[in-house]
């Protein structure tokens, strides 16, 4: 089982900057990719960011790509999403999630719970 909690939501003003972080427990961290995603209001849940499992590959989503970054620190067992120059239409909320293996894939195993990010015009 792993659980994942994240944090570092908030509302803020366009071109502001966020961190979310999450962490997760667990012993298998180390050897998972981690991903965000998020979900605005009336919209389908969208793959955001991911890394894979030693942090030296990354992904992301063409809307967020040069604003984004996403990042691990396996001491802490916590994946953070540095949010720069940050939009309305980033609104949503943002959920962790891991992958069942080191890479990332089209599956993901576990989630959080989301944590709410408001960009206001």
């Known amino acids: 089982q792993v659980e994942l909690v994240e944090s570092g939501g908030g509302l803020v003003q366009a071109g502001d900057s966020l961190r979310l972080s999450c962490v997760t427990s667990?012993?298998?961290?180390?050897?998972?990719?981690m991903g965000w995603f998020r979900q605005a209001l009336g919209k389908e849940r969208e793959f955001v960011a991911g890394?894979?499992?030693?942090?030296?590959?990354?992904r992301y989503a063409d809307s967020v790509k040069g604003r984004f970054t996403i990042s691990r620190d396996d001491a802490k067992n916590t994946v953070y999403l540095q949010m720069n120059s940050l939009k309305p239409e980033d609104t949503a909320v943002y959920y962790c999630?891991?992958?069942?293996?080191?890479?990332?894939?089209?599956?993901?195993?576990?989630w959080g719970q989301g944590t709410q990010v408001t960009v206001s015009s």
């Open positions: 999630a891991s992958y069942p293996g080191p890479l990332l894939s089209s599956n993901n195993d576990y």
């Open positions: 890394i894979n499992w030693s942090g030296d590959s990354t």
């Open positions: 667990g012993r298998t961290f180390t050897y998972r990719a």
